[in-house]
């Protein structure tokens, strides 16, 4: 009877024991990635000019008959005049040499010498759009032009930053709703997260590796530097679920 007994009782709690298996939570490890372009706070190029004349005078007006005409260069592209700035750049010191080599020439010759007025400004542009098509037309004109620069907007880039990192938990979460649905589960809840992963590399440099890999050297160096100047933020973030 005993016997009986233990054996019916066996078979009522084996399902039982059997459902509580099958419920066993799954752990999955996803790596998560977001990204976004932070467009260039400030643009700026470097342009240079000289002003030639046989007095210091002739060559004051001539060098403000040139800055008229980075003027209208601008103006062309629906910039005001108020861009302009002067400042310490690139193409001064280019100049500069070449007043000095130009000194030299009309000192050998017979001819009084010309007397030249070097100078530079600084263009404050909105897109690097914009700096490319005034470069251009500038260089049309012969003008000397410098250093094209895109700076970030920091505040923007911290911004995005916290944007990236939400959108790669998101990603994270929509990847492992997959894993879960094809197993015939559900994603109860995130277990852990890190920016830095588990071993000696962290999942945003793997991820590099990878693109390397897959595409070449000059793949990675875009993900780097946008041809528009924009700041590229990118966020990897290992995430472990708990599916049930």
Same mark, same amino acid.
Not at 34 to 54: M, N, R, S
Not at 91 to 113: H, V
Not at 132 to 161: S, W, Y
């Given at each position: 009877?005993?016997?009986?007994?233990?054996?019916?009782?066996?078979?009522?709690?084996?399902?039982?024991?059997?459902?509580?298996?099958?419920?066993?939570?799954?752990? %999955?490890?996803?790596?998560?990635?977001?990204?976004?372009? $932070?467009?260039?706070?400030?643009?700026?190029?470097? $342009?240079?000019?000289?002003?030639?004349?046989?007095?210091?005078?002739?060559?004051?007006?001539?060098?403000?008959?040139?800055?008229?005409?980075?003027?209208?260069?601008?103006?062309? +592209?629906? %910039?005001?005049?108020?861009?302009?700035?002067?400042?310490? $750049? &690139?193409? %001064?010191?280019?100049?500069?040499?070449?007043?000095?080599?130009?000194?030299?020439?009309?000192?050998?010759? &017979?001819?009084?010498?010309?007397?030249? &007025?070097?100078?530079?400004?600084?263009?404050?542009?909105?897109?690097?759009?914009?700096?490319?098509?005034?470069? &251009?037309?500038?260089?049309?004109?012969?003008?000397?032009?410098?250093?094209?620069? =895109?700076?970030?907007?920091?505040?923007?880039?911290?911004?995005?930053?916290?944007? $990236?990192?939400?959108?790669?938990?998101?990603?994270?979460?929509?990847?492992?709703?997959?894993? =879960?649905?094809?197993?015939?589960?559900?994603?109860?809840?995130?277990?852990?997260?890190?920016?830095?992963?588990?071993?000696?590399?962290?999942?945003?440099?793997?991820?590099?590796?990878?693109?390397?890999?897959? +595409?070449?050297? +000059?793949?990675?160096?875009?993900?780097?530097?946008?041809?528009?100047?924009?700041?590229?933020?990118?966020?990897?973030?290992?995430?472990?679920?708990?599916? +049930?």
């Amino acid at each position: 009877m005993r016997t009986k007994t233990l054996v019916l009782a066996l078979a009522l709690i084996a399902p039982g024991v059997a459902s509580a298996q099958r419920r066993q939570p799954v752990t %999955l490890e996803i790596v998560g990635n977001g990204w976004a372009d $932070v467009k260039p706070g400030k643009v700026t190029l470097e $342009v240079g000019y000289i002003g030639k004349g046989k007095t210091e005078a002739e060559a004051k007006r001539e060098s403000a008959v040139l800055l008229a005409k980075i003027e209208g260069v601008l103006q062309s +592209q629906g %910039l005001s005049a108020a861009a302009i700035s002067n400042g310490e $750049v &690139d193409s %001064l010191s280019k100049l500069r040499a070449e007043q000095m080599q130009n000194d030299d020439a009309d000192s050998a010759s &017979d001819a009084a010498p010309t007397v030249t &007025d070097a100078q530079a400004r600084l263009l404050t542009l909105r897109t690097t759009a914009h700096a490319e098509a005034v470069k &251009d037309k500038l260089r049309e004109l012969d003008f000397e032009i410098g250093t094209l620069r =895109a700076e970030p907007d920091m505040a923007e880039v911290n911004a995005a930053d916290k944007q $990236v990192k939400a959108m790669a938990l998101r990603n994270a979460r929509a990847d492992a709703e997959i894993y =879960a649905k094809e197993m015939g589960l559900r994603v109860a809840r995130v277990v852990r997260i890190s920016e830095t992963g588990n071993g000696p590399l962290t999942p945003a440099v793997q991820n590099k590796i990878k693109l390397a890999m897959s +595409q070449g050297p +000059q793949a990675v160096f875009r993900s780097f530097k946008r041809a528009d100047g924009a700041t590229h933020v990118e966020k990897a973030l290992v995430v472990t679920f708990e599916l +049930q």
